[in-house]
Structures are given as C-alpha cells and as structure tokens.
C-alpha cells in the first residue's frame, strides 16, 4: 500500500497538471450551464479537470475509492479503505469570472482521516500540501496559523455568520470579515497564518473542505465542524456540519461564543 508521502507525491503532480488544463479555458469564455437542482455552475474545464484527474489518480491506484464534485458517487467507495476525494476547480464562479482565486483541491482518505491533501491555485502560483504527519506547507516551505483574539481577528466568512441568532448573547463578536471564492483556498490561507480563522454556520460538501482541513491541522489549527466535533470524511452522505477552523485559543473563544444548536 502507497505511504502517505507517495501519495502526496502523486497528488501535487496531477495538481500541476490540472493547473496547466484549467489555464487552457480561464477567461476564454468556456462553455458554461447551471448544474440540476441549484446546485450551482459547471464549465467544460471543470469537466476535462475531472476526467483527466479521475483518469491519472485511479490509473495509479485502482483500488482507491473515488468521490468527486463533477463524477456521479459510487456507493463502492465507502468499501474502499483509501479514497481520493476531489474538487476539479474550487470557486467555479470566480472561474468563470476570470478571478484568479480558483484552486484545485485534492485529497486521500485512509478509512474516515484525510492522510494527504494539496490546494493548488495554478494562476497565483500557489501550493499548499501536507501529509497526516508531516508540516503544512506552501510552496515547500513549512506554515503555521497565527494567534489572535476573536474581536480583532480577521475571519474568512460569509456575511450570514454575522447573525445574531449564531451568537449566544446575540451579537456577532468584534471580528473583521473578509471572504475569498474558494473554500479550499480559505482554509489555506488560515493555514498560512494570513487569516486567523474560517468558519461556516451551512453544510459544506467533502470535497471543498477535506484537502484544506488537513492543511490547517498540520499547520496547528483546531479544525472541527461548527458543532465541535471532529471532522470525518468519506462519509455516505459527503457533507459537513459546518466548519471552524482556527488556532486553538481562538478556536476556543468562537466555540464559547457559538449557539452549537
């Protein structure tokens, strides 16, 4: 069985690769239609990301499970006791936008633990990566999360975490809010120490967050979800409950703060 690091090895290159795909299509007007049930837009690159991504990772290991934003799931991945779980392009709309902020965000489960994960932003020139043991890093070189406060923090979010009805005495603390396009790139940017946190209050789908929360962790952030529970992937229903993701005394003070519901 591939060590983590092999696999790591194996999912920084096919990142690069769909990098150098996706740049192909970015703002050349790619063909582009809503996905069913308001699920939001595709494009044909994120389509050809994903064939080519489904292509190379299952065709260096076959005996991994596979789920994918832009495949149809296959329950035999819950068999699996490894599994890629992908995003082909995290932040279609800044995408399709001609936004630079678009990454692409691969991960390995071994059993319900993300084990290897790499968010890479192919017009930035950014790579963050990590293994289950090994130090966050972007670029190569090592990250860590910052330390902060909660009301002078700079927190990644939406403006919906703002409610009053979030906060247990119905105020949002004193944070600063900021957002940027792709969850993925969030958690990362949380990682990297240039945020000091990211939350969500609404369920959030496997493969926008299981690259980044390994990331973070290995960058010494507490990542839970935002009722405070570890996060667990590959689940047969791919959502989260939500997400906190910050240093542990911040991380500490959002949770104290928080209506958990």
């Known amino acids: 069985m591939p060590a983590p690091d092999q696999d790591l090895d194996l999912i920084v290159n096919a990142a690069l690769e769909a ?15 809503e996905k069913e049930q308001g699920a939001g837009p595709v494009t044909e690159a994120d389509l050809a990301v994903n064939d080519y991504l489904s292509a190379t990772l299952l065709g260096a290991r076959p005996d991994y499970g596979w789920l994918s934003e832009e495949s149809p799931d ?8 490894h599994c890629f779980i ?8 800044a995408f399709i936008d001609g936004q630079e902020g678009f990454s692409h965000s691969l991960a390995v489960t071994r059993d ?28 190569g070189e090592p990250i860590q999360v910052s330390q902060a406060g909660i009301d002078s923090a700079n927190v990644l979010t939406t403006k ?5 009805g979030y906060w247990t005495d119905g105020i949002a ?15 990362c940017l949380v990682a990297e120490g240039r945020f000091d946190a990211t939350m969500s209050m609404r369920a959030a789908w496997e493969w926008d967050i299981a690259a ?8 010494g952030a507490q990542v839970t979800t935002q009722k405070d529970r570890p996060m667990r992937f590959n689940n047969p229903e791919p959502r989260l409950d939500g997400l906190v993701i910050a240093g542990p005394d911040l991380h500490a003070e959002i949770m104290a703060r928080l209506v958990r519901g």
Not at 86 to 93: C, E, L
């Open 19 to 33: 990098g150098k795909i996706a740049r192909r299509f970015w703002r050349q007007e790619p063909a582009t239609w």
């Open 74 to 81: 296959d329950a035999s991945r819950l068999d699996a006791a």
């Open 86 to 93: 992908i995003d082909p392009i995290d932040g279609t709309r």
């Open 112 to 139: 319900d633990r993300i084990v290897a994960a790499v968010v890479h932003l192919p017009v930035m020139g950014l790579t963050y990566a990590a293994t289950e043991t090994g130090p966050a890093t972007l670029n």
């Open 160 to 164: 919906a975490t703002l409610d009053p």
């Open 173 to 187: 603390p004193g944070f600063r809010r900021h957002f940027r396009p792709s969850l993925a790139w969030r958690l």
């Open 212 to 219: 980044g929360s390994l990331i973070a962790e290995r960058a």
